[in-house]
């Protein structure tokens, strides 16, 4: 077993490129070497914007020797009368490369079929690598690849160098004129000439000492130590960064070694809002912000060079005078932006256009209005105005100029901006929080106020696609809709809402009345189209898709109350008397296919475990009536259980398909209303239960 050492050393990659290209090489490298037949051990992959580096060790040196079977044309066609080989048999022994009398004949499913045994020599290791390495390097996606000089290869940018070493010896290969060798090369700046490596823990130790920390994991420490020593220095104990998760990422790759300079802004600046001043800094800059021991913003930032300058002041009032532009851009934004109140820029949202089909801003914001009140009809019936109000203002903030020069800040600066015109505190969060979450996973609206803005807002856009067809596709998802009503799911589970999804949906479509004229399927398309990503999202969570399944199907508006039926599902499902009631269920649901009657004449019982089973329904019935109508599901549940004997009875004793067509459909008719009765929890015959 030895070890593969490759590296890929180009031009400075996009540091967003970098993650990606690695987990592709590590998981790429694992299932080409199996489907050569190569054993190994441990993958590793780590990387730099200058590189990006494959280590297997452990590695097979040579593939085991096979022996493969082809199976080839049936004897009938192989030999003719005389028992010769046909030219079918020669054709495949020749494609085969074995003699024709080498073949042996087989009895298979289909009758006697011709085999060659084909014995296939392993090959060395050493010898496949090219290939392989060759593919590897070829195959890596990129959001955005390029071409250089007169190279064919598509790459995220052009190559510099190749490290190839197998067992401590080079792996010959050539790659758009780039020859591999046994060499890297360190820092571009403090250590660029090249040094010869060995294996693959010296080549993290002989990097390291080339000022290059290889590691992704490492590096990112070194990130944020770095960071924290230049507020110490700077600003001493009153200072802390702000250490953004994303931001420490991209700055990871984005340097070799990580150098913190603290610089300094002029206090005035401090009047922009939080949310903008970071922003400026750090989706511009790439710099972390500093706060004092309170949480107020300092005017200081911590910028992460690429090289150890000697010179700190002179890096700082750099980085200062870069910082300080893009500041004076956003003072003068939201100065020119206070002269105006939000409240007069909803007019002007009839100028952007929402959808072709679907109108303008303005017109959206309007329905987003009413959908918002209507919701705060059934939830927040004293906050009814709020709702509105904060409808109305919600999108107002995409006319500014801070949100013209700082997208991320829609919703934000709406909130500092409304708050600034004196409008209520829960209108200006409410502005803010209907956004949320932005991505998967990304915070929720923190007020029952924004949770409301934000499930009308989405729901409108939604049914605004369905109904002109603009529906998500494989690969074609053009608003977000997947993204949207994964977050319509989140907001109502974190908020614990009870509301009809099909009749919110109902209410948006009356909002396109003039608009469109929609499907008559729409409705029923969303709804579904909500229903699946609420089961794969569940089911990604662990949830068992069986139990997921069983309660979606019998019954999916309210969420929340689906929810609660799974869990008692779930609850119940290992249950001894549960699933012998299942298997029961899944008979019952065969049986009774097509029959949706559940009128029963007790006077038509002929057999005592009929009688027995419909007092026992009856009985039931009337106990998990109140249960049900309470949400208490488990109980429900338990209650429902007390009938699996008389069904069992009622199986063994009662000939369902009687010849006498009323005792046939008055049974028919007793089992369909013992599966609705079951069915108003889930539709337990859907369950896989031992």
Same mark, same amino acid.
């Given at each position: 077993?030895?070890?593969?050492?490759?590296?890929?050393?180009?031009?400075?990659?996009?540091?967003?490129?970098?993650?990606?290209?690695?987990?592709?090489?590590?998981?790429?490298?694992?299932?080409?070497?199996?489907?050569?037949?190569?054993?190994?051990?441990?993958?590793?992959?780590?990387?730099?914007?200058?590189?990006?580096?494959?280590?297997?060790?452990?590695?097979?040196?040579?593939?085991?020797?096979?022996?493969?079977?082809?199976?080839?044309?049936?004897?009938?066609?192989?030999?003719?009368?005389?028992?010769?080989?046909?030219?079918?048999?020669?054709?495949?022994?020749?494609?085969?490369?074995?003699?024709?009398?080498?073949?042996?004949?087989?009895?298979?499913?289909?009758?006697?079929?011709?085999?060659?045994?084909?014995?296939?020599?392993?090959?060395?290791?050493?010898?496949?690598?090219?290939?392989?390495?060759?593919?590897?390097?070829?195959?890596?996606?990129?959001?955005?690849?390029?071409?250089?000089?007169?190279?064919?290869?598509?790459?995220?940018?052009?190559?510099?160098?190749?490290?190839?070493?197998?067992?401590?010896?080079?792996?010959?290969?050539?790659?758009?004129?780039?020859?591999?060798?046994?060499?890297?090369?360190?820092?571009?700046?403090?250590?660029?000439?090249?040094?010869?490596?060995?294996?693959?823990?010296?080549?993290?130790?002989?990097?390291?000492?080339?000022?290059?920390?290889?590691?992704?994991?490492?590096?990112?420490?070194?990130?944020?130590?770095?960071?924290?020593?230049?507020?110490?220095?700077?600003?001493?104990?009153?200072?802390?960064?702000?250490?953004?998760?994303?931001?420490?990422?991209?700055?990871?790759?984005?340097?070799?070694?990580?150098?913190?300079?603290?610089?300094?802004?002029?206090?005035?600046?401090?009047?922009?809002?939080?949310?903008?001043?970071?922003?400026?800094?750090?989706?511009?800059?790439?710099?972390?912000?500093?706060?004092?021991?309170?949480?107020?913003?300092?005017?200081?930032?911590?910028?992460?060079?690429?090289?150890?300058?000697?010179?700190?002041?002179?890096?700082?009032?750099?980085?200062?005078?870069?910082?300080?532009?893009?500041?004076?851009?956003?003072?003068?934004?939201?100065?020119?932006?206070?002269?105006?109140?939000?409240?007069?820029?909803?007019?002007?949202?009839?100028?952007?256009?929402?959808?072709?089909?679907?109108?303008?801003?303005?017109?959206?914001?309007?329905?987003?209005?009413?959908?918002?009140?209507?919701?705060?009809?059934?939830?927040?019936?004293?906050?009814?105005?709020?709702?509105?109000?904060? =409808?109305?203002?919600?999108? $107002? @903030?995409?006319?500014?100029? #801070? +949100? !013209?020069? *700082?997208?991320?800040?829609?919703?934000?600066? &709406?909130?500092?901006?409304?708050?600034?015109?004196?409008?209520?505190?829960?209108?200006?969060?409410?502005?803010?929080?209907?956004?949320?979450?932005?991505?998967?996973?990304?915070?929720?609206?923190?007020?029952?106020?924004? =949770?409301?803005?934000?499930? $009308? @807002?989405?729901?409108?856009? #939604? +049914? !605004?696609? *369905?109904?002109?067809?603009?529906?998500?596709? &494989?690969?074609?998802?053009?608003?977000?809709?997947?993204?949207?009503?994964?977050?319509?799911?989140?907001?109502?589970?974190?908020?614990?809402?009870?509301?009809?999804?099909?009749?919110?949906?109902?209410?948006?479509?009356?909002?396109?009345?003039?608009?469109?004229?929609?499907?008559?399927?729409?409705?029923?398309?969303?709804?579904?189209?909500?229903?699946?990503?609420?089961?794969?999202?569940?089911?990604?969570?662990?949830?068992?898709?069986?139990?997921?399944?069983?309660?979606?199907?019998?019954?999916?508006?309210?969420?929340?109350?689906?929810?609660?039926?799974?869990?008692?599902?779930?609850?119940?499902?290992?249950?001894?008397?549960?699933?012998?009631?299942?298997?029961?269920?899944?008979?019952?649901?065969?049986?009774?296919?097509?029959?949706?009657?559940?009128?029963?004449?007790?006077?038509?019982?002929?057999?005592?475990?009929?009688?027995?089973?419909?007092?026992?329904?009856?009985?039931?019935?009337?106990?998990?009536?109140?249960?049900?109508?309470?949400?208490?599901?488990?109980?429900?549940?338990?209650?429902?259980?007390?009938?699996?004997?008389?069904?069992?009875?009622?199986?063994?004793?009662?000939?369902?398909?009687?010849?006498?067509?009323?005792?046939?459909?008055?049974?028919?008719?007793?089992?369909?209303?013992?599966?609705?009765?079951?069915?108003?929890?889930?539709?337990?015959?859907?369950?896989?239960?031992?």
């Amino acid at each position: 077993m030895t070890q593969l050492l490759f590296e890929i050393g180009t031009e400075e990659i996009p540091a967003s490129y970098i993650q990606p290209a690695l987990a592709f090489m590590e998981q790429a490298a694992q299932t080409q070497l199996k489907e050569l037949g190569l054993h190994f051990g441990t993958v590793h992959t780590v990387g730099t914007p200058r590189r990006l580096t494959l280590a297997v060790e452990g590695l097979q040196t040579r593939q085991a020797d096979r022996r493969q079977e082809h199976i080839g044309p049936a004897k009938m066609a192989a030999y003719d009368a005389d028992g010769q080989p046909t030219k079918a048999a020669q054709g495949f022994a020749r494609s085969r490369g074995v003699a024709v009398e080498d073949l042996q004949i087989i009895e298979t499913k289909k009758g006697e079929y011709l085999m060659a045994v084909e014995e296939i020599k392993g090959q060395e290791t050493g010898e496949l690598l090219p290939g392989l390495l060759d593919g590897l390097l070829h195959s890596i996606p990129f959001p955005k690849s390029m071409r250089w000089a007169e190279s064919s290869l598509a790459f995220a940018r052009p190559l510099q160098w190749l490290l190839a070493l197998y067992d401590g010896k080079v792996v010959e290969l050539t790659i758009e004129g780039v020859q591999s060798g046994a060499t890297t090369l360190g820092h571009r700046f403090m250590h660029p000439e090249p040094v010869e490596v060995r294996d693959f823990h010296h080549y993290q130790e002989i990097l390291a000492a080339k000022s290059v920390l290889v590691d992704l994991v490492a590096r990112r420490v070194a990130v944020i130590e770095a960071v924290k020593k230049a507020v110490q220095d700077r600003v001493g104990g009153r200072g802390r960064p702000v250490l953004d998760e994303g931001l420490i990422d991209t700055v990871t790759n984005l340097v070799e070694i990580p150098w913190g300079i603290c610089g300094s802004f002029d206090e005035k600046f401090l009047a922009l809002p939080d949310e903008a001043l970071i922003t400026s800094m750090r989706e511009h800059q790439k710099y972390f912000p500093v706060k004092d021991g309170k949480g107020a913003l300092l005017p200081f930032f911590v910028a992460v060079n690429n090289t150890d300058v000697k010179d700190q002041a002179m890096a700082a009032s750099g980085h200062e005078r870069v910082l300080r532009a893009r500041l004076e851009d956003g003072l003068f934004f939201f100065n020119e932006d206070k002269k105006r109140p939000l409240a007069d820029r909803v007019g002007d949202l009839s100028g952007i256009i929402f959808q072709r089909k679907l109108g303008t801003m303005a017109e959206k914001s309007e329905r987003l209005t009413s959908l918002a009140a209507y919701l705060a009809d059934q939830l927040l019936p004293d906050m009814q105005a709020e709702a509105k109000r904060a =409808a109305q203002l919600a999108k $107002a @903030d995409l006319l500014t100029e #801070m +949100v !013209g020069e *700082f997208p991320s800040l829609q919703g934000s600066i &709406g909130r500092d901006y409304a708050l600034l015109d004196g409008e209520k505190p829960a209108v200006a969060d409410a502005v803010h929080e209907h956004y949320q979450p932005v991505r998967a996973g990304g915070k929720l609206p923190a007020s029952l106020l924004g =949770a409301l803005v934000g499930l $009308a @807002d989405r729901m409108d856009t #939604m +049914v !605004g696609c *369905f109904a002109i067809n603009e529906r998500p596709t &494989g690969n074609k998802d053009a608003f977000g809709q997947r993204r949207l009503a994964l977050g319509m799911i989140h907001i109502i589970r974190h908020h614990k809402l009870h509301l009809s999804l099909r009749e919110l949906a109902a209410q948006a479509l009356q909002g396109y009345a003039e608009k469109v004229a929609p499907a008559e399927d729409t409705l029923e398309q969303l709804i579904s189209f909500i229903r699946l990503r609420f089961e794969n999202d569940l089911i990604a969570a662990g949830m068992k898709q069986e139990v997921v399944e069983a309660a979606t199907s019998a019954g999916f508006d309210d969420l929340t109350d689906c929810l609660a039926r799974i869990e008692a599902l779930d609850s119940m499902r290992n249950r001894e008397e549960f699933a012998v009631l299942a298997g029961s269920f899944k008979r019952i649901r065969n049986i009774t296919k097509g029959n949706r009657e559940t009128g029963v004449d007790p006077s038509l019982f002929a057999e005592e475990a009929e009688k027995e089973l419909f007092a026992t329904c009856t009985a039931v019935q009337e106990q998990v009536g109140p249960m049900v109508e309470n949400r208490a599901y488990s109980e429900a549940l338990a209650a429902m259980l007390t009938m699996k004997e008389p069904v069992d009875r009622f199986f063994d004793d009662v000939m369902v398909m009687d010849e006498d067509l009323a005792i046939r459909a008055n049974r028919l008719n007793l089992l369909t209303g013992l599966g609705d009765l079951v069915r108003q929890v889930g539709d337990i015959s859907r369950m896989h239960v031992e």
